[in-house]
């Protein structure tokens, strides 16, 4: 009798525990699952509320673990020079990156939030990271092997410090040197910043030969890269930063875009839209460039979750 009892209490608990796995079996959370199905199982369970907070990148400064799970935030960056403690270590980025985190993974759907920061030159906000030259330097080395490299030791360093996304590399080609920012250029000539783009495998790690051209992160000791900024940000009129590129489309396909391709058969992860406009429209508001040309022409987008 009281062996059959166990035996029911058992099936009972085990019962239980089917019910609950069940629960919370999430298609999304399946690393078994093909991308589109896990994105679209993720887009199908997101709020209105949800979407517009991924959606939003915030300042460190801001970035309470409050904060992001009060709003949903999808990410966050450290501007120029934000940083946790004048001469932090790397130790301390950690910490505050996985406080912000925690806030993130505490969320009803738990979706971890990435953190960026302008490793451009090396882990460059970083105290006692190794500091590289900067792009117009390593542009005159005519070494894309060398840059590569760069890319691999920043990764490194930025991954010591918590930090899974470095904005890097800048592929401004800079065609006025009055532009306060040439120095952020790999140089005047696009078949140069073309070969630069090393820098984003040396980031990321090389994209296996079926992943050309979508985005791709090789590991733990890689981060994602950001090709910057799209397109045209070094040809602004008289140099004045974030003004106005002047320039037939001709023009701007053969000079400012050539090394978006490049980038893009790397498996760069993400494209920053540039502060700057062509030909009096903001590029935020390109509809043709960003939608027409960058995401269906070129095929810039992490997946085709539109099954
Ligand atoms: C973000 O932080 C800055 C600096 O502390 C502060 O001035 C600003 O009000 C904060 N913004 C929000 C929305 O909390
Ligand atoms: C370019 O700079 C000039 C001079 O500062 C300014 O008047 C103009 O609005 C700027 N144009 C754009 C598109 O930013």
Not at 71 to 85: E, M, N, Q, W
Not at 189 to 201: A, E, F, G, R, W
Not at 210 to 235: E, F, I, L, M, W
Request: overall charge positive; charged content about 20%.
């Amino acid at each position: 009798m009281g062996s059959s009892r166990n035996k029911f209490t058992s099936l009972l608990l085990m019962f239980c525990l089917v019910v609950l796995v069940r629960a919370e079996y999430a298609k999304y959370k399946d690393p078994k699952q093909p991308l589109a199905v896990r994105i679209n199982d993720l887009l199908g369970r997101m709020t209105l509320a949800e979407k517009i907070g991924q959606m939003t990148q915030i300042e460190r400064v801001n970035a309470t673990a409050e904060a992001m799970s009060k709003y949903f935030i999808g990410s966050v960056l450290s501007g120029g020079g934000s940083v946790p403690a004048p001469q932090a270590s790397a130790e301390a980025w950690a910490s505050m990156v996985n406080e912000i985190q925690k806030g993130s993974l505490s969320t009803r759907l738990g979706i971890p939030m990435i953190y960026g920061i302008d490793a451009v030159h090396g882990n460059n906000n970083a105290y006692r990271a190794t500091i590289f030259p900067h792009n117009i330097g390593l542009g005159a080395t005519r070494d894309p092997m060398l840059v590569k490299r760069i890319g691999e030791a920043t990764a490194l360093e930025v991954r010591a410090t918590g930090i899974s996304y470095a904005f890097a590399p800048c592929i401004a080609v800079c065609r006025d040197p009055r532009w306060g920012r040439c120095y952020e250029s790999y140089s005047e000539d696009p078949k140069v910043v073309q070969s630069m783009t090393t820098l984003i495998s040396g980031l990321q790690g090389d994209a296996p030969s079926d992943y050309t051209g979508r985005p791709y992160v090789g590991g733990s000791k890689k981060v994602a890269a950001c090709a910057k900024h799209y397109v045209g940000d070094g040809g602004t009129y008289m140099g004045i930063n974030a003004n106005n590129t002047i320039i037939d489309t001709h023009g701007l396909m053969s000079i400012h875009m050539p090394a978006y391709y490049n980038s893009i058969i790397r498996g760069v992860s993400t494209v920053m839209v540039s502060y700057s406009s062509w030909n009096g429209e903001k590029m935020h508001a390109n509809h043709f460039l960003i939608t027409d040309f960058l995401k269906n022409k070129l095929k810039f987008r992490f997946c085709d979750y539109r099954l």
